[in-house]
Each structure stands twice: as structure tokens, then as C-alpha cells.
């Protein structure tokens, strides 16, 4: 597998990590991920692709910022604008 990156470089994974134990409210999913070899960035974020978005009955309303999931009869929904303030908060005070 190859994968593209927005600057156009092509990469290709060291290895791949699958049932990892993801909590998403009170609910854990099981999910699967990419492990690429580069540079440890903080501003990097993981990016969920369609299987764990499908799984976790991910729905995303761009209209009105927000990020829903519906685990097992659970529903939990994000606020996207406060998701990206605590992301960029966080980068700005990473103590490393």
C-alpha cells in the first residue's frame, strides 16, 4: 500500500496496528491504523478513515459544526470549532 500526502510525496506504512481499543464516549471501538515513519509533529492530527467512521456511525454536519457518533445506542456529539481550539491550545502550550 502507498499512500499520497497533500505535499504529493508518496509514503509507504512500516507496519499496521489493527484492535486498537479506542474509547469514544463511555463505548470502546475497535480500530485499525496506518503506522507511517516521519517526524513527530503535535499539529498532526490522526486522521480516522471510513472504516472506523462507519463503524463508530460517525456523522458529520460541516452546516453546523458538528461531529457525531452513535456507538451502541450511545450518542456522543463534539462542537468541531471547540475540537479545533483545544487542538490548536494545545499545540501552542506543548511543553516538549
Request: charge should be negative; aromatic fraction near 8%.
Amino acid at each position: 500500500m502507498t499512500l499520497q500526502l497533500a505535499d504529493y510525496s508518496i509514503i509507504h506504512p512500516v507496519g499496521i496496528l489493527e484492535d486498537i481499543p479506542i474509547k469514544v464516549g463511555k463505548q470502546i471501538i475497535l480500530a485499525n491504523f496506518d503506522v507511517m515513519e516521519m517526524e513527530e509533529d503535535s499539529q498532526v492530527p490522526i486522521i480516522f478513515g471510513k472504516s472506523f467512521l462507519a463503524t463508530a456511525s460517525a456523522i458529520i454536519d460541516v452546516k453546523h459544526g458538528k461531529l457525531a457518533f452513535n456507538v451502541y445506542e450511545e450518542k456522543i456529539e463534539f462542537e468541531i470549532s471547540n475540537l479545533m481550539k483545544s487542538l490548536s491550545h494545545d499545540c501552542l502550550h506543548d511543553p516538549n
